[in-house]
């Protein structure tokens, strides 16, 4: 019988969520030496991280910076909390960087005045670059069309280049994998191995076009507080 305070952040309740969705990454054509996830615990209690990494989920991704420095000192001192590998994900400002705890990857390279300001504080940052796949105004990263010339300038700021970050706009199935497919033409282009892109909507149609990151929020941890 289930447990009426049952924690939704235990171990067995987050393991039972990854299987599912690691069925979803087979059943798409992907495998654990293709695709990694990561756990998305933007506005999520810190017993989210712990609890993922309790579930054998080490890379943990965040989005706002206050926050996330709030948080990592209270994962890192948990159990197994020196395993966990932080990724940014979100809208990253000039004036936060100096704030932001060590990352493993910044996903969130959007443009040049980004990269030349995390490159002078981080030299040899391993990041990506981000690009607005779904041409949304309100949404970050660079055009597509602008891609190469943001590598580029990263590099020259001493940032290391994995690869890119896309956000799809939500859209039909035909569409989404449209906008996700525009991702990794850039990718090989550019002949970058990372392409960070499916969240809990949509991850199984970004592991068809060749996603090798998918950023999993509420499919591993159910629907976030309003913030
Ligand atoms: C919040 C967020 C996610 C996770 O979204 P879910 O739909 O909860 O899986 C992934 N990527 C980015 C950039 C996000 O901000």
Known sequence: MRQPNQDPYSDEAIRGRAQIVWNRILDAGGSVDTVRILAITKALDPSAAVGAIAAGLFDLGESYVQEFAAKAPTVASSSRGEQARWHFVGGLQRNKINMLPPVELIHSIGSQKLATAVGSRREGQAVLVQVN???????????????????????????????????????????????????????????????????????????????????????????????
């Not at 891609?147 to 590099?155: F, G, M, N, P, R």
């Open 133 to 227: 796949i779904g041409m949304e105004a309100q949404k970050g990263g660079c055009h597509p069309d602008d891609t190469a010339a943001l590598v580029d300038h990263c590099i020259d700021a001493g940032l290391d280049v994995q690869g890119l970050m896309g956000v799809a706009r939500q859209a039909a199935d035909d569409d989404t994998t449209e906008q996700f497919e525009s991702l990794v033409r850039l990718a090989d282009d550019l002949h970058l191995p990372v392409r960070s892109m499916g969240m809990s909507a949509d991850l199984d149609l970004a592991v068809m076009a060749g996603s090798t990151m998918v950023r999993i929020g509420t499919a591993l941890f159910g629907p976030r507080p309003p913030r």
